[in-house]
């Protein structure tokens, strides 16, 4: 089964301290895995996504195959990061191949 | 770029009636998606179109239907609404039909609210 696990729905940082944000997926193969950010008031965005190994906005993710995990970081969080965050896996099987099956979310609160 | 636009913005209609939704994907874009996201979940896949094409189908109920015309822009179609129809559908594009690494970027979403 194609699957993406956030545990967290909530997750409440101070400014300054560093952030995880869980994500598990269940698949058999090689996955393709993306973080979706949702600000306030905005659309669903593109984070980052584990081919392009790339940073944005600070934030890193590293995909675990063993872990079956594609953990976001930041080590030190921003109160402009507070927002709604999507983990996401490519589908390649089934009717729902080349699309995205997504996590329920988690929403990081960054206090001052 | 104006970026995947998504009309109306809000609608509300009542039980048993049909609702039309539409996406205007980004210039040059041939892939249109359409997702599902209930209060408190995640986005949830309904359909695919590429180059006009029925390409991807997710575990909805055949009250949805969908199609993309020549300019790419799509059309999704609920018929029969019942008050679980209540969400904020999301219409993403891309350049490809997924399988080559393209990304999907996603529009601001039509509320549909069914009373």
């Known amino acids: 089964a194609q699957r993406v696990t956030q545990p967290e729905k909530l997750l409440s940082v101070f400014k300054g301290a560093p952030v995880e944000l869980k994500c598990n997926y269940s698949y058999s193969g090689s996955p393709e895995l993306f973080w979706y950010v949702q600000y306030s008031r905005q659309r669903l965005q593109l984070l980052l996504r584990h081919i392009s190994r790339e940073s944005i906005k600070g934030f890193t993710a590293d995909l675990n195959k063993g872990e079956t995990s594609f953990h976001l970081k930041k080590p030190f969080a921003q109160e402009e990061d507070s927002a709604m965050y999507y983990c996401a896996l490519r589908a390649r099987q089934g009717g729902s191949q080349g699309n995205l099956i997504f996590g329920k979310g988690t929403k990081l609160s960054v206090k001052p | 770029d104006a970026g995947v636009t998504q009309s109306p913005t809000h609608l509300i209609k009542t039980r048993g009636q049909q609702v039309t939704l539409r996406c205007s994907p980004i210039?040059?874009?041939?892939?249109v998606s359409w997702y599902q996201q209930v209060l408190g979940q995640g986005p949830q896949f309904i359909f695919q179109y590429y180059e006009k094409e029925e390409r991807g189908r997710g575990n909805f109920p055949d009250r949805f239907s969908a199609r993309q015309f020549p300019n790419y822009s799509s059309e999704l179609n609920v018929n029969a609404l019942l008050l679980g129809d209540s969400a904020l559908y999301l219409c993403?594009?891309?350049?490809?039909?997924?399988?080559?690494?393209?990304?999907?970027?996603f529009g601001d979403g039509t509320r549909l609210s069914i009373l």
């Open positions: 210039s040059g874009h041939k892939s």
């Open positions: 993403a594009s891309s350049l490809d039909a997924g399988l080559g690494n393209q990304p999907q970027h």
